[in-house]
């Protein structure tokens, strides 16, 4: 405990800090508990020092934790994973806020199964903005001068929008693997730019929220506008 309680509060202190660099408040700021292969008692851990989101990448790990917590009622839990439409079902059934929304389908399979237990869901368009083969989400690399790309993005948002029982809150995006500052510092400003782009266009959107930064750059990702950063490793070294 000792050991983690260490952990939770350099967090904290690297939070406050990059707040304080760009005249933020640290309340806007949702720490995400990354638990994927963690123990039920590591999480329990994480809950008594005042963490209350979790995230989880694989639906049957989700449901197992989600069921032996569920008297836990001030964990929210966060699906951060690749979507698979068969675990769809599942995912909607056991999460709060679903963070890797890549595609209309996926979207509606969400809406409908969000209808089906009597729920709303909360979530995040993915947005490829790096341009990687690799990672899943929107094609959005160079979007600001590419206006057919962003025409295209914002017809799919208007379909995703008109869906019931889900609602869109922000963007979520990753980084590429490097300890390049200056290329993260631009990923992570082009996603913040794209969102106040979109919330421009009077299409009745409020993309308030962006899910970008994890362990090893969600300082960088704090100053440029993240709301909710994902850590993990940091947190359970």
Not at 10 to 28: F, L, W, Y
Not at 44 to 66: A, P, Q, T, W
Request: proline share 1%.
């Amino acid at each position: 405990m000792n050991r983690y309680k260490a952990n939770v509060d350099e967090v904290i202190e690297k939070i406050d800090k990059s707040c304080s660099k760009v005249d933020r408040n640290p309340a806007d700021i949702k720490l995400i508990c990354v638990s994927k292969t963690k123990s039920i008692e590591d999480i329990v851990k994480m809950v008594d020092l005042g963490i209350s989101h979790f995230g989880e990448n694989r639906s049957n790990e989700l449901n197992e934790k989600r069921s032996v917590l569920q008297t836990y009622q001030n964990i929210t839990w966060n699906y951060i994973g690749h979507l698979q439409s068969s675990q769809i079902k599942e995912i909607v059934n056991y999460s709060s806020i679903i963070h890797s929304i890549d595609n209309f389908r996926n979207a509606s399979l969400i809406s409908r199964y969000a209808k089906h237990f009597g729920k709303n869901v909360q979530g995040f368009l993915q947005v490829n903005i790096s341009g990687e083969e690799t990672k899943s989400g929107f094609n959005l690399f160079m979007w600001n001068k590419n206006p057919v790309l962003l025409d295209n993005f914002v017809v799919q948002i208007q379909e995703i929008e008109k869906l019931n029982n889900l609602r869109i809150i922000g963007l979520m995006t990753m980084a590429p693997n490097t300890t390049e500052v200056y290329l993260l510092r631009q990923i992570f400003h082009e996603t913040k730019q794209l969102a106040n782009h979109l919330n421009s266009l009077n299409l009745g959107l409020d993309y308030k929220e962006l899910s970008m930064g994890m362990s090893n750059d969600y300082e960088i990702a704090i100053e440029e506008g993240a709301t909710y950063v994902r850590i993990g490793s940091t947190l359970f070294k």
